[in-house]
C-alpha cells in the first residue's frame, strides 16, 4: 500500500508509531486525548491540530496529508533530530546566533564536542550525533563570532567541522537537501580555516554525498581532486596526512568501481593498499579512519560492486579480524561479505551474515539499503531464514508500515 492511500489518521497513527500512545501525543501538543482520538479516526482534523501534531511528531505536514511520504526508516526521534539540525544549519548560516546562551567554552571544549560526535557517528547512532551536532554547531558559531579578525583561522576550521558531521548525519538519513546546504557551509568555512588539508577533507565529503545521489561523474571528479589536493611525499609524510590521502584515495575506487571503471579502481586501490602499508596500523583523523585493514576490507566492496567475486572472496578469507575498525565500518564489511556470499551463490552464508548484522546493529542497520538488496540478490534460494531476515529489515524500516523498499539508487 502506497503512503498517499492511507487517510490522514492512518498518517498520524503510523507516525505515532508504537513508542507513543494516544496520551503521550495528547501531552506533547496539549490537545486532549478526545482530540488525538478524532484526529485517527478521520473525524476530525482542523488546520491548527494538524499543525500542533505535525510539530509534536517532527514530520512535515505535507507528510501527514499524504502529499509526500516519510523518508524510509524515519522514526519520531529521526524526523526531530532532523528538523533541530536542519533549522540549525540554516539559522547559523545566516549569522543568527542563539539568544541567551553563553559561549560553553574555548577551542579545546569544541573539539572534544566533535570527537565525541564523531564517536557515535562511526558507531552508527546516527540519531545521537546529529542531536548532539545542533548544539555543537551553535557554540562553534559563537566561538567564531567571539574570535578578533585575524585570528579567526582555527575557529573557522572547528565550524567547518561542525558543519561536515552535520552533512554525514543527513546523507546517512536521507535527507539529501541538507546535506547538500551542511556540506556547502563546510566548504566556506574549510576555505577560511588555517588548516590546508580541511577543504580536501570536506571535498571528499561532498563526493560522498553526490555518490548517495547517484551522481557518479560529478562523485568521481570530486574524489580525485580531493585525493589529488592531499597526496603527500610518502618518504616525508605525518600519520595524519596519509589517513587522509589514503581514506580519499580509497573512495576515489569506490566511486570509480560503481562505474564499472575496472583499471581506474584498480589504480586507485594499489595507492590505497600503499598508503596502508605504509601506516602499518589503523589510525584516525578528520573524522575517519583509515590503515591496512580498512583498505583490504573496503577492497572486498569494491570488488563487489566490479563484479569480481573470486577476488572478493580470496580478500574475505585473508581477514581474520576487524577489531581494528570503527563499529559502522565493520557493520558495512559484514554487509559487503554478504553481497559476495551472494554473488556466489552460497546463499545461506550470506544470509548467516546478514542475519548476524541485522541482529548485532539494529540502529545501524535500519539506515542502510544493502540488506534489501542483499535479499533481493538471494530472492527464492532459501526459505526459512530468508523469512526470518525479512522480518528483521521490516521491523527496523518500517516497511511493513507501507513505507517504500530501498532502491539501487539509496544503496550507493
Known amino acids: 500500500m502506497q503512503w498517499s492511500e492511507y487517510s490522514n489518521g492512518q498518517r498520524i497513527k503510523i507516525l505515532r508509531g508504537r513508542d507513543v500512545t494516544q496520551s503521550q501525543l495528547a501531552e506533547m501538543t496539549g490537545l486532549s486525548v478526545v482530540t488525538i482520538q478524532k484526529a485517527e479516526q478521520d473525524k476530525a482534523l482542523s488546520l491548527n491540530t494538524l499543525l500542533t501534531i505535525a510539530d509534536a511528531l517532527g514530520a512535515d505536514t505535507s507528510v501527514i496529508l499524504g502529499q509526500q511520504a516519510p523518508r524510509r526508516a524515519m522514526a519520531q526521534a529521526d524526523r526531530i533530530t532532523l528538523r533541530t539540525l536542519s533549522q540549525t544549519v540554516h539559522d547559523t548560516a545566516a549569522g543568527l546566533l542563539p539568544e541567551g546562551v553563553e559561549e560553553a567554552g574555548g577551542a579545546d571544549d569544541l573539539r572534544s564536542v566533535i570527537r565525541a560526535c564523531w564517536e557515535r557517528y562511526w558507531k552508527g ?6 542531536a548532539l551536532a545542533a548544539p555543537l554547531l551553535q557554540q562553534a558559531a559563537m566561538h567564531l563570532h567571539g574570535r578578533p579578525t585575524g585570528e579567526q583561522g582555527e575557529a573557522w576550521g572547528l565550524l567547518a567541522d561542525s558543519y561536515r558531521i552535520s552533512a554525514y548525519v543527513a546523507n546517512l538519513m536521507g535527507a539529501r537537501d541538507l546535506a547538500y546546504a551542511a556540506i556547502g557551509h563546510a566548504q566556506a568555512a574549510a576555505e ?23 551522481r557518479l561523474q560529478d562523485a568521481l571528479r570530486l574524489a580525485e581532486k580531493a585525493a589529488v589536493d592531499v597526496e603527500p611525499r610518502f618518504s616525508t609524510a605525518t600519520v595524519d596526512q596519509l589517513t587522509v590521502y589514503g581514506s580519499h584515495i580509497n573512495f576515489a575506487a569506490v566511486v570509480a568501481s560503481r562505474l564499472k571503471d575496472k583499471e581506474r579502481a584498480a589504480d586507485y586501490l594499489s595507492q590505497s593498499h600503499a598508503a596502508g602499508v605504509r601506516m602499518g596500523a589503523e589510525h584516525r583523523a578528520y573524522g575517519t579512519l583509515f590503515g591496512p585493514l580498512t583498505a583490504t576490507t573496503q577492497a572486498v566492496g569494491i570488488n563487489v560492486a566490479l563484479g569480481l567475486t573470486g577476488k572478493a572472496l580470496t580478500l574475505i578469507d585473508s581477514i581474520k579480524d576487524v577489531t581494528g575498525l570503527t563499529e559502522a565500518a565493520r557493520h558495512r564489511y559484514a554487509m559487503d561479505k554478504a553481497m559476495t556470499l551472494a554473488d556466489a551463490g552460497l546463499w545461506d552464508r550470506s544470509l548467516d551474515t546478514l542475519e548476524e548484522t541485522l541482529v548485532q546493529a539494529p540502529e545501524w542497520a535500519r539506515h542502510q539499503a544493502l540488506p534489501n538488496v542483499i535479499v533481493e540478490k538471494v530472492g527464492r534460494a532459501s526459505t526459512g531464514r530468508l523469512r526470518r531476515v525479512r522480518d528483521l529489515i521490516g521491523a527496523q524500516t518500517g516497511i511493513s508500515h507501507g513505507f517504500p523498499p530501498a532502491t539501487a539508487k539509496s544503496a550507493l
Do not use: F, K, T
Open 125 to 130: 547512532l546516527y540519531v545521537e550525533a546529529g
Open 192 to 214: 577560511r580555516s588555517a588548516d590546508e588539508l580541511q577543504p580536501a577533507v570536506v571535498a571528499s565529503g561532498r563526493s560522498w554525498i553526490y555518490l548517495r545521489d547517484a
